[in-house]
């Protein structure tokens, strides 16, 4: 059941490409705003569910899509998915009209978002990399925290209407600097993740009543949003929803490979990306990230 309540703005018409789990429910939340949805997705059948489910409209590809549509956004897997989506005969690029606006929720790496934005701006267009934080959760209950890069006016004619997906919507600073503010966050959230696992894994092994540790204990220094959300799920062994291992691993190797590039270190994130190759080859790719714990203590995980 919705309960997103929707502040009141001009209906654009927009389009929205890409409907995985987190782009879904973010083109139903731009519909139930009052915008005009066009979507399109590589699998034409989720479109057409998308569409009967939200009464928006399909196209069959992103340019047809993207057509007389003052905001385009877009959520799709990497930066190879984004080229595919953007440029070319079929792209949105191809199909956008001047002044309108890309918008990118995909994470993806900083050098892509900039070689889209100067592509974009040399159509007469314009690109906004914008990726979003709070997971399938977030996107369903339209309480995305959102991180953007791109020129401030581009900025400021979408944040009204990509309100209707999140409750945080905030520019960084130009091109670039939204996919590298969300790698920060993925560094953040890695290292908090495993600090976690370790405690939780230490707990059980003393024969802590691990649950009750964490109600104390998340009262105090130690809180965090992972600790109150997944620490009685890993005393659980559950790990069948959530953000997936596959998906971090991407995200870490995206703040891998930019710490190479500005020469920062990250020799916590690297160990973590390596832990999350042990929960994957312990068959945990579909897993959530709170799954580090199963490489500590043996288990598999996996209940419903």
């Not at 997705?41 to 569409?51: L, M, P």
């Not at 405690?199 to 109600?215: C, N």
């Not at 995206?254 to 994957?280: H, K, M, W």
Request: charged content about 20%; proline content about 3%.
């Amino acid at each position: 059941m919705n309960t997103k309540t929707y502040d009141p703005v001009p209906a654009r018409k927009v389009a929205f490409i890409g409907l995985g789990v987190m782009g879904y429910p973010m083109a139903g939340h731009l519909k139930r705003a009052g915008h005009s949805v066009t979507v399109y997705n590589r699998t034409a059948a989720k479109a057409d569910q998308w569409a009967a489910e939200y009464g928006g409209t399909t196209a069959p590809t992103p340019r047809q899509a993207a057509h007389d549509a003052e905001i385009v956004f877009a959520c799709v897997g990497n930066d190879d998915d984004l080229r595919s989506v953007v440029l070319g005969e079929h792209g949105a690029f191809a199909g956008m009209k001047p002044g309108a606006i890309f918008v990118d929720h995909t994470t993806a790496s900083a050098l892509v978002a900039r070689e889209l934005h100067a592509q974009a701006r040399a159509r007469g267009v314009d690109f906004v990399d914008a990726p979003v934080s709070g997971g399938q959760a977030g996107a369903v209950n339209g309480l995305l925290t959102v991180m953007c890069g791109g020129d401030q006016s581009a900025f400021d004619a979408v944040r009204p209407t990509g309100m209707a997906f999140a409750r945080a919507f905030t520019r960084i600073g130009d091109s670039g600097a939204g996919q590298l503010a969300k790698m920060v966050n993925q560094i953040c959230i890695a290292g908090l993740v495993q600090g976690l696992s370790e405690g939780v894994a230490f707990g059980m092994k003393a024969g802590l009543d691990m649950k009750l540790v964490l109600e104390v204990i998340g009262k105090g220094a130690a809180q965090s949003w992972q600790m109150d959300n997944r620490g009685g799920t890993m005393v659980d062994n559950k790990f069948e929803f959530g953000f997936a291992v596959d998906w971090m691993r991407k995200d870490l190797g995206l703040c891998i490979d930019e710490s190479r590039r500005n020469g920062a270190a990250l020799p916590v994130t690297a160990l973590v990306d390596q832990f999350y190759g042990d929960v994957q080859q312990l068959g945990g790719g579909r897993y959530d990230t709170s799954s580090l714990v199963c490489r500590l203590d043996g288990r598999r995980g996996g209940k419903a």
